[in-house]
């Protein structure tokens, strides 16, 4: 009897074992098959971005003019940029050129004599950006790569024609947008050690924490941004809580990094590498104090602000010095996450349109 009881027991212990190891298997072949399902779509959506045949057109406006030894040489570039050349000269470069009641001839002077032949003004950016910008291959190619996303995901969209230009650091938002097409301007991407940036007579346009990002690794990231904020604000959703523009910067965001996902994290919230680690750490402390504070429906301006604006770090209550800033466009971000985890069938491009901050909220189940 003892001797059969041992004998089922065995049985039965080996019974439990293949029935563990069956739901073990089981568990990990389920595993490898939804993993190699992920794989086959990033696949699939990356095959379908690498297939799109597209070339940007990028044009070298600040080579072609500096190229010019005469103003008749300056009035040829009307017919090669005719949409942008009006732009530049009567807009960008007003006050040097002159304004509308200039003539064109008279213009084409002003800029030759007051901008392009000078030493120590558009022949010094003239030479730094020769220096930090020996060609545009490496640019046009991650350009590329960034429209094609653009591209898959937004198939109806027209790609612009790109221009590149230099001002003398008098635009303060490096893109000029017109009718599929936008300048980019490269003065704005000299290098942080650029001199003219820490001028005295320019410190309230350029503060430490923008000239920090002054420079050519942050040029894709804020086209493609510029891009992309306009994108969202053609759907014309604005709200006037705070919650509200947490959300559309964290469309902005998350639109962005599917657009250039191999640049650095850090690099798309403009944040050196400690502070995304800061924010990471403390992503639920963060999170924790803007609840307890009552700030997320808030419509006061200031509140905005302090939480979204760009500075060397967030300024509303209980943050200040050592932190990220733009805290708010983080925590848009993070929450846009979640609610595409939650919904991973939407687009892009319903992710755009979807106006309600607070469902949006409610239904990402943002706990961090």
Sequence with gaps: MFLYFLILCFNFTKMIKKSLFIILFSMLFSFLINSCKNDVQDDENSNGIMNIKLEVELSRFDVDLFNA????????LKNKYPDFYPVYVYQIMNGISGDFRTSEKESAINLLKNFITVPDFGLWLKQRADTVFPNLDDFKKDLTLAMKHYKFYFQKDTIPHFITFLSPLVVNFPFIEGTNQIGVGLDMYLGSDFKPYHSYNLADQFPNYRIRKMRKDYL????ITAIVVKKIEKANLTGKRLIDDIITEGKTLYITNALIPQIEDSIKLGWTPNQLE??????SDIWAKMVDSKCLYSTKQEDIRDYLNDGPFTTAD???AGTAPRIGAYIGWQIIKKYINNYPKTSLEQ???LKDADEILIKSKYKP
């Design 69 to 76: 030894k005469t103003a008749d040489d300056i009035l040829k």
């Design 220 to 223: 894709l990231r804020d086209l």
């Design 278 to 283: 800061w924010a990471l750490k403390y992503e």
């Design 318 to 320: 209980g943050f200040g």
């Design 351 to 353: 992710l755009i349109l």
